[in-house]
C-alpha cells in the first residue's frame, strides 16, 4: 500500500536467457504509483512490440488497483489466469495471478527448481538465474507453518 510495511517490486527477467536483468524496490510508492512506475520501464523495456509481459500478484487490494492501474494506461501484454493444475493449462478471463496456499507452494518449488538448474552449465528443465542478494535472501526466509501455509519467518511467531 506504499505505507513503507513491505516493498513493491518489480522483477525484470530476459526471458530468452533465463536471468534476472532487473530490480525497482520500493516499500513508500502506493499500488496506483507503482502501475505507473511499471508501465513506465515496460515501455523502455519493450522491445519491438513495445510492451514487455507483466505478471503480479492480484489479490485484493494492493494488487487489484494495482492491475486496474495497467488496464486504464492501456497496457495489454497482461498475465491471465490458467488453470495451473490442468494439463492444458486454459487461460481463464481474470487477470493477474492469485496467490493462495497452493499456487504459492507450487510456484516456489518451481522457483526452487529453476534456481538449481541455473547454477548448472547444461539444464533440461526451465532454469533461472538471479542477480539479486536481496532477492536470494528474502526467497531463503519462507517457512512452512503449521497449518501448512507459507509465510516469511520475519511475519511469523
Known amino acids: 500500500m506504499g505505507t513503507g510495511a513491505s516493498n513493491s517490486v518489480a522483477e525484470i527477467f530476459d526471458l530468452d536467457m533465463n ?3 532487473g530490480e525497482w524496490t520500493c516499500p513508500h ?3 496506483e504509483d507503482f502501475a505507473d512506475q511499471v508501465r513506465a520501464i515496460v515501455k523502455w523495456l519493450g522491445g519491438y ?3 514487455a509481459y507483466v505478471i503480479w500478484e492480484s489479490n485484493a487490494g494492493p494488487g487489484t ?3 486496474r492501474r495497467l488496464q486504464w494506461q492501456g497496457h495489454r501484454n497482461l498475465y491471465t489466469q490458467r488453470a495451473e493444475e490442468h494439463k492444458l493449462r486454459k487461460k481463464g ?3 493477474g495471478w492469485h496467490s493462495n496456499r497452493s499456487a504459492k507452494r ?3 518449488a518451481e522457483f526452487v527448481i529453476a534456481l538449481t538448474e541455473g547454477m548448472r552449465k547444461r539444464t533440461g528443465y526451465r532454469s533461472c ?3 539479486s542478494a536481496e532477492l536470494l535472501e528474502e526467497c531463503s526466509d519462507y517457512v512452512y507453518l503449521e497449518s501448512g501455509e507459507i509465510e516469511a519467518s520475519s511475519r511469523a511467531d
Open 19 to 21: 536471468e534476472q536483468v
Open 29 to 31: 510508492t502506493p499500488p
Open 49 to 51: 512490440s513495445g510492451d
Open 65 to 67: 488497483n494495482f492491475g
Open 93 to 95: 478471463t481474470k487477470y
Open 106 to 108: 507450487d510456484l516456489l
Open 129 to 131: 538465474i538471479i542477480h
